[in-house]
T-cell receptor, first 111, second 113 residues
Framework: DQQVKQNSPSLSVQEGRISILNCDYT??????FLWYKKYPAEGPTFLIS?????DKNEDGRFTVFLNKSAKHLSLHIVPSQPGDSAVYFC??????????FGQGTELSVKP | GAGVSQTPSNKVTEKGKYVELRCDPI?????LYWYRQSLGQGPEFLIY????????DSGLPNDRFFAVRPEGSVSTLKIQRTERGDSAVYLC???????????FGPGTRLLVL
């Protein structure tokens, strides 16, 4: 069973506009959520995280929103830049160490 | 400072052979994780260590897979009698402790012919 889902395999956005990447989860015991960014032939790079006790966390151009009742989180990138083009993974864990990842969304930011 | 390093970066082997994949975590990180990523998928958990002991090995697919971390730093993932389905990118991550942010290495790309 896929506990963390990213239903959009790809997203294309114009430079300067907002990118919104979505993630849904099924396990209500998840207490911490993270977004990772991955370039080809590199490992995932940590981007931003949010605890289940919050509904928003912001870091520069990146904001993560958490809607616990809907079991949904989203990553907003404003303004989007060509260097943001990568695969973005949503991940979650529940007090234990292991992360459960979504399938990823490939973001393409066009100049 | 130095990040997580993994060796080799690429490994090609024949079906039935034994392979070892190595992970050097960030200095001082006590938690170490192994994941496997197949094409078009997100990383899937295999095993993690807190110190020298395997705290959770529930993700290891079968008994051909084994991992050690004898001194609480470097870890080795060992795969016996490799099969073509083992072909994937094997990722290692480390963290200051369990539940803390995990930082990933570049991965080892394993191809079993």
């Amino acid at each position: 069973d896929q506990q963390v889902k990213q239903n959009s395999p790809s997203l294309s956005v114009q430079e300067g506009r907002i990118s919104i990447l979505n993630c849904d989860y099924t396990n209500s015991m998840f207490d911490y959520f993270l977004w990772y960014k991955k370039y080809p032939a590199e490992g995932p790079t940590f981007l931003i995280s949010i605890s289940s006790i919050k509904d928003k966390n912001e870091d520069g151009r990146f904001t993560v929103f958490l809607n616990k009742s809907a079991k949904h989180l989203s990553l907003h990138i404003v303004p989007s830049q060509p260097g943001d083009s990568a695969v973005y993974f949503c991940a979650a864990h529940n007090q234990g160490g292991k992360l459960i990842f979504g399938q990823g969304t490939e973001l393409s930011v066009k100049p | 400072g130095a990040g997580v390093s993994q060796t080799p970066s690429n490994k090609v082997t024949e079906k039935g052979k034994y392979v070892e994949l190595r992970c050097d975590p960030i200095s001082g990180h006590t938690a170490l994780y192994w994941y496997r990523q197949s094409l078009g998928q997100g990383p899937e958990f295999l095993i993690y260590f807190q110190g020298t002991g395997a705290a959770d090995d529930s993700g290891l697919p079968n008994d051909r897979f084994f991992a050690v971390r004898p001194e609480g730093s470097v870890s080795t993932l060992k795969i016996q009698r490799t099969e073509r389905g083992d072909s994937a990118v094997y990722l290692c991550a480390s963290a200051t402790g369990v539940g803390e942010t995990q930082y990933f290495g570049p991965g080892t790309r394993l191809l079993v012919l």
